[in-house]
């Protein structure tokens, strides 16, 4: 009843926020000075007439003033100049075609405070199709930003950022970043976020300049969805051919080991590709949420570091081409899942300290090389995580590189910097499982303990397609790809829970009837070898805690019987088999309300469920399903099995799923 309220409440709040645009206004602009009034504005729909335009005179903007949180060590004002500050709150800008160029001499104004391009304070405004570029190379009076979100709830959406004019630009971070740079720096950042819930989405972050694409410091939950980031490599021959410029001066000395410019190398000439810092905002606010998913960085120092803020981190379907540092780096709890990347020109991923633990990472190696030597493909520290490397497109790496376990790039930075550090300060592998399925070769040094390397990936003889609250309708939509595709020797079906039971997803006996009948045909089109499980019984008092019982005429268990019946009816007529898995649970007398210890309830796990087994329950399915099969002479040692089916085939996590369960009896 709560989760239906809230849902009433979310829907009633959007149509009067709907209502709320559809009244308001649209107003229609066609100069930069209308956009810098109405961007101070709250609750206004703004749409710009496409085009070119030119921002040359710091007279558009202002210097703001802000004040320090009680939280930061900095007390007083907080000074920023800006060119357009988008102030007022609840309010849509549409930019779509217009293109803003930035004289770059308007970097050197605000010498003594920081300097936003585009500056956002207000709340809960959206912004969609951003275009802003900078002509020239100045050097900025102080730190800059092109984009910079401070306030709370906004979206910016489809921005196209082009940064120029930075200092020193040409040697990425070989003479230092920070108070003890070898040359003073003066960043020039692309797009910089410091508020609460900002969304990113579509935007395109273009950097020919020192600093970073998209970085965030004391911003919190923070959402950056297919966006793209960009900058440019640079040899260290060219940079020691110079006669002129920083590196000269300073005699090609670097910051970082070993205290000089190499030749034959290659660097990024711009930071870090999507960055989190541990502070930031003027309440020096703890960074923490990020989410990334479907975005890619190319040529940049690191592609995603993440390794600095507060959990919860999730990079899914990302990817990493070209970055010089790192491809990919996450903190303690953090999750990479379904992303990729080369090893061009440094590893693919980095555990940048010893204190990170309990990552999970699924990545993929794609197999480009370059001329420069990388002599780590993956730097792995920390402890307690569980990390997963296989080829991209089965494609293997012509040029080997090791996966080391105990060393990483910092690690030598710090320690060249502190050679009286104990060894093991900055670096360390504990209970670390490895699964490297690239024919990578793999170190670990006296600093791994209890690491765990498995270099050969097992090929289950049972595939798990099964799939959380899906109904015959969904298996329907996707039996080519999950089950068809991948030519099955022998299917094991098992649906209906959610047909009968699932108030979102019921559908009446005829229905379930037509669709269970498709999908039988369509499995018969690959294979005769197929095996129908009835749904099992279920706790009705835990079910009705989160589905209405007034949507039922008949009680659960009623429904849950009618559709095993027209399973096994369906099984005569099709000539498939059918075992009644129902019946092994009533057997046992299955559900006890909070007694058993096959199916979910409060006391055997904590959770009011009354439909999923438990991991004894899925292995009771296993045993029970294993002994059917063995008895229908249904077993081969190289018979590729898939178990097809919603969320009591998929199961839990760590493998508690009978499938899983299930290849452990063939084995």
Not at 652 to 666: I, M, W
Request: proline content about 4%.
């Amino acid at each position: 009843m709560r989760k239906t309220f809230l849902l009433f409440l979310f829907s009633n709040v959007c149509l009067l926020v709907q209502a709320h645009n559809q009244a308001r206004d649209t107003i229609f602009i066609k100069s930069i000075s209308e956009l810098a009034k109405y961007a101070e504005k709250s609750n206004v729909l703004v749409k710009m007439k496409p085009g070119d335009y030119s921002i040359n005179s710091i007279k558009i903007g202002r210097l703001n003033v802000f004040e320090y949180g009680k939280n930061s060590k900095k007390k007083g004002d907080f000074r920023i100049g800006s060119l357009i500050h988008f102030s007022g709150d609840n309010s849509q800008y549409f930019l779509k075609g217009v293109t803003i160029s930035i004289d770059g001499k308007l970097h050197e104004n605000y010498p003594k405070s920081e300097f936003s391009e585009f500056l956002v304070s207000g709340n809960n405004n959206y912004i969609e199709g951003l275009k802003g570029k900078d002509v020239g190379e100045h050097v900025p009076g102080n730190r800059v930003q092109m984009l910079r979100v401070m306030g709370d709830d906004n979206t910016i959406k489809k921005a196209d950022l082009y940064v120029h004019g930075s200092y020193p630009y040409g040697y990425g971070h070989l003479l230092g970043k920070g108070g003890k740079a070898l040359v003073a720096n003066h960043k020039h950042s692309v797009l910089l976020v410091e508020g609460i819930n900002t969304k990113l989405i579509y935007c395109k972050v273009v950097s020919h300049a020192f600093g970073h694409g998209i970085v965030m410091q004391g911003a919190v939950n923070t959402l950056v969805k297919d966006c793209y980031v960009e900058g440019k490599m640079r040899t260290t021959n060219e940079m020691l051919a110079e006669t002129s410029g920083p590196a000269f001066i300073v005699g090609f000395k670097s910051d970082y080991p070993p205290g000089k410019i190499l030749p034959n190398e290659i660097k990024a000439l711009s930071e870090d590709g999507i960055r989190t810092y541990p502070f930031g905002g003027l309440n020096r606010r703890r960074t923490q949420g990020v989410t990334v998913i479907n975005c890619t960085v190319k040529n940049m120092r690191s592609g995603f570091d993440l390794s600095a803020n507060l959990p919860p981190t999730k990079i899914i379907g990302s990817t990493a081409i070209g970055c010089q540092e790192k491809g990919y780096s996450i903190g303690t709890d953090g999750v990479i899942k379904n992303s990729k990347g080369d090893a061009l020109y440094g590893p693919l991923i980095t555990f940048v300290g010893n204190n990170i633990k309990n990552c999970v990472v699924d990545l993929k190696l794609v197999d480009t090389i370059s001329e420069y030597k990388v002599p780590r493909l993956a730097e792995i520290n920390g402890s307690g995580h569980h990390i997963t490397i296989r080829n991209y497109q089965e494609k293997q790496r012509s040029i080997a590189s090791p996966i080391v376990f105990g060393e990483s790039f910092w690690n030598d930075v710090h320690s060249w910097r502190k050679p009286q550090a104990p060894r093991g300060s900055f670096a360390g592998a504990k209970n670390i499982q490895l699964f490297n399925y690239t024919g990578m070769p793999v170190m670990l040094n006296d600093l791994s303990i209890n690491c765990k390397v498995t270099n050969k990936e097992e090929h289950k003889t049972v595939i798990n397609a099964g799939v959380g609250g899906n109904n015959t309708n969904d298996l329907l939509k996707r039996i080519d790809k999950d089950v068809l595709a991948k030519n099955p020797d022998l299917v094991i079906l098992m649906v209906g829970t959610n047909d009968m039971l699932n108030s979102k997803k019921m559908i009446d006996y005829k229905t379930y009837t037509s669709n269970l009948r498709t999908i039988i045909d369509k499995i018969k089109s690959k294979t005769n070898n197929l095996v129908l499980l009835n749904p099992i019984p279920v706790d009705s008092a835990y079910l009705f805690t989160r589905h209405q019982k007034s949507l039922f005429n008949e009680t659960p268990n009623t429904k849950i019987d009618k559709a095993g019946n027209i399973m096994e009816k369906l099984a005569k007529e099709c000539g498939v088999f059918f075992f009644d898995l129902n019946q092994e649970f009533k057997g046992l007398n299955l559900p006890k309300h909070n007694k058993d210890i096959f199916i979910k309830n409060e006391v055997n796990s904590g959770r009011k469920d009354g439909v999923h087994p438990t991991a004894l329950g899925y292995r009771f399915i296993a045993e029970k399903t294993h002994g059917f099969l063995k008895k229908n002479n249904l077993l081969n040692s190289k018979s590729k099995i898939i178990c097809f089916g919603d969320s009591i085939t998929r199961g839990g996590d760590k493998s508690e799923n009978y499938p899983s369960y299930l290849n452990e009896f063939l084995d």
